[in-house]
Antibody
Framework: QVQLQESGPGLVQPSENLSLSCTVS??????????WSWIRQPPGKGMEWIGY???????QYNPSLKSRVTISVDTSQNHFFLNLGSVTAADTAIYYC????????????????WGQGTLVTVSS | QSALTQPASVSGSPGQSITISCTGT?????????VSWYQQHPGKAPKLIIY???KRPSGVSNRFFGSKSGNTASLTISGLQAEDEADYHC???????????FGGGTKLTVL
């Protein structure tokens, strides 16, 4: 059973960087058909896909966040990471890491495993 | 990209059936059978209940049924139970890309 756990600061100052990590257990970030995403949910609102990374290093980002986002992976430690720059109050949200299985031809089996989420508040 | 459109809330009595809609465009739901649905209880992580429009992961009750017509996907829950009370989110692949688009979420109340 794959388990994911987010970690990082709960409070970030405006204009600074938001950095989170996701520890994967019970599975490997190096699995060929698994892609590792960050998804966020502002309090009381719907979810927003931030982007994903494949163990090969391939990344895709939400165009609305692309200029501020970097997702990276450490296969030796089975972790992956989110860095979001120049944050504002609008970036306050619960941040989830999640696994998505994508088969050949781009067929996605959905986000089948999720972390519990971590609330990040942007405030001075 | 605008979020997929879901009703803010739906309700039903135990034993009844309800349907939650998720409306997009031809650039997402309309031309791709890559819609997934997630159940989220308060304070909990989302749980995948439907993928590829109408497929259920192992262990998900067959009371959950997914379908699609045109640009609208739907989630039907039959035989409503108190434990079904939760938020439900739809998600779709977008265009010729790897972008994922969510709906705004629907709160299901079991009366």
């Amino acid at each position: 059973q794959v388990q994911l756990q987010e970690s990082g600061p709960g409070l970030v100052q405006p204009s600074e960087n938001l950095s989170l990590s996701c520890t994967v257990s019970g599975g490997s970030v190096s699995s060929a058909n698994d892609y590792w995403s960050w998804i966020r949910q502002p309090p009381g609102k719907g979810m927003e896909w931030i982007g994903y990374i494949h163990y090969s290093g391939s990344t895709q980002y939400n165009p609305s966040l692309k200029s501020r986002v970097t997702i990276s992976v450490d296969t030796s430690q089975n972790h992956f990471f989110l860095n979001l720059g120049s944050v504002t109050a609008a970036d306050t949200a619960i941040y989830y890491c999640a696994k998505e299985r994508i088969l050949s031809g781009g067929i996605t089996r959905g986000f089948d495993y999720w972390g519990q989420g971590t609330l990040v508040t942007v405030s001075s | 990209q605008s979020a997929l459109t879901q009703p803010a809330s739906v309700s039903g009595s135990p034993g009844q059936s309800i349907t939650i809609s998720c409306t997009g465009t031809s650039n997402n739901i309309g031309n791709y059978n890559l819609v997934s649905w997630y159940q989220q209880h308060p304070g909990k992580a989302p749980k995948l209940i439907i993928y590829e429009v109408g497929k259920r992961p192992s262990g998900v009750s067959n009371r959950f049924f997914g379908s699609k017509s045109g640009n609208t996907a739907s989630l039907t829950i039959s035989g409503l139970q108190a434990e079904d009370e939760a938020d439900y989110h739809c998600c779709s692949h977008v265009g010729n890309s790897t972008f994922r688009l969510f709906g705004g979420g629907t709160k299901l109340t079991v009366l």
